[in-house]
Nanobody, 124 residues
Framework: QVQLVESGGGLVQPGGSLRLSCAGS????????IGWFRQTPGKEREGVLC??????????YYADSVKGRFTISRDNAKNTVYLQMNSLKPEDTAVYYC???????????????WGQGTQVTVSS
């Protein structure tokens, strides 16, 4: 089963920044929409941001709470999609996942190739 690989999580103080990476090794990520999602224990997986594929690179925000703080971008040469997270808040604490889809839909069920996730903890 093809999986994406997330990295870059860690412990950061409130107001700090992290950059998460989503790397692919078996297919070209630029052909697909790549979404970032997050999940905390006992809650459903929540969409964060998505970037469209096939040269469009349109960005869709799933969570209003991250607007103005999080951005998403691609480095096609590295076959990697990044989630830049600034002004982090304790409520951003979660396991962050990336996955691919044909387009940036609202539904996690439309996404495939989920990775193992990377833990982000925002705490003083």
């Amino acid at each position: 089963q093809v999986q994406l690989v997330e990295s870059g999580g860690g412990l950061v103080q409130p107001g700090g920044s992290l950059r998460l990476s989503c790397a692919g090794s078996e297919f070209a990520l630029d052909s697909y929409a790549i979404g970032w999602f997050r999940q905390t224990p006992g809650k459903e997986r929540e969409g964060v941001l998505c970037i469209s594929g096939s040269g469009s690179n349109g960005i869709r925000y799933y969570a209003d709470s991250v607007k103005g703080r999080f951005t998403i971008s691609r480095d096609n040469a590295k076959n990697t999609v990044y989630l830049q997270m600034n002004s982090l808040k304790p409520e951003d604490t979660a396991v962050y996942y990336c996955a691919q889809a044909v387009e940036c839909t609202l539904y996690p069920a439309d996404f495939r190739s989920w990775g193992q996730g990377t833990q982000v903890t925002v705490s003083s």
